[in-house]
C-alpha cells in the first residue's frame, strides 16, 4: 500500500525525482545545486514537486525546439 501513498505525495526526494524525469539522482542533486530544476529545501532535505518538475520538463523540451537549426539555404563549395 505504500506505492499508492507514495503517488499521493506532492513531493519527492532525489532519487524518486531523478527516476520519474529519467536522469541519475547525482545528475538531479547537480542540477538542483546549481537552481536548474525546481525545488524545495526544508530541514535539509530537498524535495521535488511532480507538477513543477513536469511543468521544468515542458519548459525544456520547448527550449530545445528553438535550437534547431535553420534548413540548409543553399549549396556550398567545398575548397
Do not use: C
Not at 25 to 37: H, I, N, S
Not at 41 to 70: H, T
Amino acid at each position: 500500500m505504500s506505492g499508492l501513498h507514495e503517488n499521493l505525495r506532492a513531493t519527492m526526494t532525489a532519487k524518486p525525482a531523478a527516476k520519474y524525469i529519467g536522469i541519475s539522482y547525482w545528475k538531479l542533486l547537480e542540477l538542483a545545486k546549481a537552481g536548474r530544476v525546481p525545488h524545495v529545501r526544508i530541514d535539509g532535505r530537498i524535495l521535488f514537486r511532480r507538477e513543477s518538475l513536469d511543468q521544468w520538463l515542458a519548459a525544456q523540451e520547448q527550449a530545445s525546439l528553438k535550437k534547431v537549426e535553420p534548413a540548409v539555404r543553399g549549396i556550398r563549395r567545398l575548397k
